[in-house]
């Protein structure tokens, strides 16, 4: 894994609880923004620096060798450069996060008596207009409450009133299967026809019923 690689892994482990966000806010960049900002800048600078110190001992070196010793020397100090770096990475790596505590502590951190300009207004707000408010926040909680308990209130006494019809209608369904049950054992044809047959009597029964109190002299 080379430096670039290091940088970007180190830059996606940064999660918001680890950053001083306020400070962030304040100042337009985090502490560690800086230092993965310094630390991407010696990398490449340190990349540039070897690249020319390697050209130049290689040029050196190979003065008077044949073209395979060269490229052979090449090879060997593109390594040895490769290494150098790593250790170099490494160490200021090791630095860079002394540094960054030392940012954290000594130069990015806003006192408590310091607020951005949008957070002033909060400060400055009279104490009495901040009761207000509350007590008007306060009101608009026991209102949203006082409405919960209704619409729980009316969704009991609906389930109450379901399940009361569900206990009628679960009877008429034993009605109805015990008369089923008696109409086959008499051997008396088909029940959902004459079932029909019953209920449309009984339909007729009670509007000739219903004639009759109509027509009665009160």
Request: net charge negative; hydrophobic share 40%.
């Amino acid at each position: 894994m080379d430096g670039r690689t290091e940088v970007n892994v180190e830059a996606e482990s940064l999660s918001p609880s680890t950053l001083k966000l306020y400070e962030s806010q304040f100042f337009g960049f985090s502490p560690q923004t800086c230092m993965l900002r310094v630390y991407s800048a010696f990398q490449d600078c340190l990349q540039d620096v070897l690249l020319v110190v390697e050209k130049v001992c290689v040029r050196q070196l190979s003065k008077g060798e044949s073209d395979g010793a060269e490229e052979l020397l090449r090879c060997r100090a593109r390594e040895c450069s490769r290494e150098l770096q790593q250790v170099l990475l490494d160490r200021f790596k090791q630095l860079s996060e002394r540094m960054e505590s030392l940012l954290v502590t000594r130069c990015f951190t806003v006192p408590p008596n310091v607020l951005l300009p949008e957070d002033q207004i909060h400060r400055d707000q009279p104490q009495d207009l901040q009761v207000i408010r509350l007590e008007s926040s306060v009101a608009d909680l026991q209102r949203a409450y006082k409405a919960e308990v209704c619409a729980r209130q009316a969704l009991l006494d609906e389930v109450e009133e379901q399940k009361e019809v569900q206990k009628q209608l679960d009877g008429i369904l034993t009605w109805v299967r015990e008369l089923q049950a008696a109409w086959v054992k008499e051997g008396n044809g088909s029940f959902h026809e004459n079932f029909r047959l019953l209920m449309e009597s009984i339909k007729n029964l009670q509007e000739a019923v219903w004639e009759v109190c109509s027509k009665a002299p009160h």
